[in-house]
């Protein structure tokens, strides 16, 4: 993998940003939107700005299964390639706030085995950084991932320190911070987020993490873990920094 592909995989990492609101699309030309976006995605599956854009139009028509049903096809295809099980992965993401608690267990498991199939494929830190936090989400006394997510996690930290910082990097430290927390190293925890703060002192999440102490902080990390906030997921942020001279 060259410096080029690790620097764009690593500024990519925007997953869990901000929670976003969908609303359902009452309009007649939605379903023609889709019919042609859909389209453009099986011609070209790789292209993760045009999957992605694809995706938001699903959250926004409600249509969840639309776009798990097309991007598993497409995984289905020999060849297929890390793009598309990236996309698939973050389209089980996309549905997992409207599932039943029962159905998000299968959900994390499938966006788990996505975003694997992503890196047999192609490792790459931000198919790594969403394997590792969806494993924060997924039940440890059905699937015992907690330290397998820390390390993944881990992992895009040890290749994201190489590159030149991006504000989308902050994500990193609240995540692999909340990791630690979620194993009970509340030491390493701590010391996660403070040296994230020091690289982006003005991060809310990284201050309110170390502004706050015992139950306040438990709720704080419980809150952001919460399966039923809806997360962004667009990458149009990351994509934009990434092409950015």
Same mark, same amino acid.
Request: charged residues 15%.
């Given at each position: 993998m060259t410096a080029r592909t690790r620097f764009t995989g690593v500024v990519l990492l925007i997953v869990l940003l901000a929670p976003v609101v969908a609303s359902t699309a009452a309009d007649p030309s939605v379903e023609a939107r889709l019919v042609t976006m859909e389209r453009a995605v099986s011609a070209s599956p790789e292209n993760l700005r045009l999957c992605a854009d694809y995706r938001q139009q699903v959250i926004a028509a409600g249509q969840f299964d639309r776009s798990i049903k097309l991007l598993e096809r $497409?995984?289905?295809? +020999?060849? #297929?390639?890390?793009?598309?099980?990236l996309n698939l992965a973050l389209a089980y993401v996309d549905k997992? +706030?409207? #599932?039943? %608690?029962?159905? /998000?267990?299968?959900?994390?498991? *499938?966006? $788990?085995?996505?975003?694997?199939?992503?890196? @047999?494929?192609? +490792?790459?830190?931000?198919?790594?950084?969403v394997r590792g936090l969806v494993s924060l989400? $997924? %039940?440890?006394?059905?699937? !015992? /991932?907690?330290?397998?997510?820390?390390? *993944?996690?881990?992992?895009?930290?040890?290749?994201?320190?190489?590159? %030149?910082?991006? @504000?989308? !990097?902050?994500?990193?430290?609240?995540? $692999?911070? *909340?990791?630690y927390w979620k194993i009970h190293d509340l030491p390493r925890a701590l010391a996660i987020w403070t040296d994230g703060l020091r690289k982006f002192p003005n991060n809310a999440d990284l201050r309110g993490r170390l502004a706050n102490t015992g139950v306040d902080l438990d709720r704080i990390v419980e809150r952001s873990l919460d399966p039923a906030r809806r997360i962004d997921t667009s990458l149009h942020d990351a994509l934009a920094e990434a092409s950015a001279p």
């Open positions: $497409l995984t289905a295809r +020999p060849g #297929a390639g890390p793009n598309a099980y997992v +706030p409207v #599932a039943s %608690p029962f159905r /998000r267990i299968f959900l994390g498991r *499938d966006a $788990l085995n996505a975003a694997s199939a992503s890196i @047999a494929r192609q +490792p790459s830190p931000v198919a790594f950084y989400y $997924l %039940p440890e006394a059905l699937f !015992h /991932r907690l330290n397998a997510g820390v390390a *993944d996690l881990e992992h895009v930290r040890d290749v994201m320190v190489t590159q %030149p910082i991006q @504000a989308v !990097h902050a994500r990193v430290y609240v995540s $692999l911070g *909340d990791g």
